[in-house]
């Protein structure tokens, strides 16, 4: 009689562990899936992207183009630069205000690097939440790709009206 109580004993911590590690699975799995590339594609939102001019002089800028991989990846829906890299995400945030050109270093793109910052971290929040919400993710997710559009149109602005000649009457 002990062995078969002990036997029943070892049956159910066994099939506890198994429950507990599908669980662990399956969350793994959810915040894997919690958005799909259909999902971002849906997304409502006017992509600004560098003139040719822009491009010229941010060739060398090696934060933005670390950026336009992670906006590549996040429009593919791969939103694991996110999850648990909180250091890297504050370094990049803190590298790309620190080594802006000096061609483009004004504070209109100095405040639209800080704006995108605060959707970086916003994003970066909701992502690495215990149970984050779909609608809230993508709600971030478009905040995010709107402020790195709207820093793209900025750049551009700059360099369009630099490149305006207008000559004041005498």
């Given at each position: 009689m002990k062995f078969v109580s002990f036997l029943f004993f070892i049956c159910l911590?066994?099939?506890?562990?198994?429950?507990?590690?599908?669980?662990?699975?399956?969350?793994?799995?959810?915040?894997?899936?919690?958005?799909?590339?259909?999902?971002?594609?849906?997304?409502?939102?006017?992509?600004?992207?560098?003139?040719?001019?822009?491009?010229?002089?941010?060739?060398?800028?090696?934060?933005?183009?670390?950026?336009?991989?992670?906006?590549?990846?996040?429009?593919?829906?791969?939103?694991?630069?996110?999850?648990?890299?909180?250091?890297?995400?504050?370094?990049?945030?803190?590298?790309?205000?620190s080594t802006i050109p000096e061609s483009m270093n004004t504070p209109q793109i100095f405040s639209r690097v800080v704006a995108l910052e605060t959707k970086i971290f916003k994003l970066e929040n909701f992502i690495n939440q215990s149970n984050p919400k779909k609608e809230l993710v993508l709600g971030a997710v478009e905040e995010f790709l709107?402020?790195?559009?709207?820093?793209?149109?900025?750049?551009?602005?700059?360099?369009e009206k630099e490149s305006q000649n207008i000559q004041k009457p005498n």
């Open positions: 911590i066994s099939c506890q562990d198994s429950n507990k590690q599908d669980v662990e699975v399956n969350i793994e799995q959810n915040s894997q899936t919690l958005v799909s590339q259909a999902d971002i594609g849906n997304l409502k939102y006017i992509e600004f992207l560098p003139d040719i001019k822009v491009k010229k002089q941010i060739s060398g800028w090696e934060k933005y183009s670390e950026l336009d991989r992670i906006v590549e990846d996040v429009k593919a829906a791969n939103l694991s630069f996110f999850k648990g890299n909180s250091e890297i995400v504050n370094a990049l945030c803190e590298e790309l205000k709107i402020a790195f559009s709207n820093f793209n149109l900025q750049m551009n602005k700059k360099i």
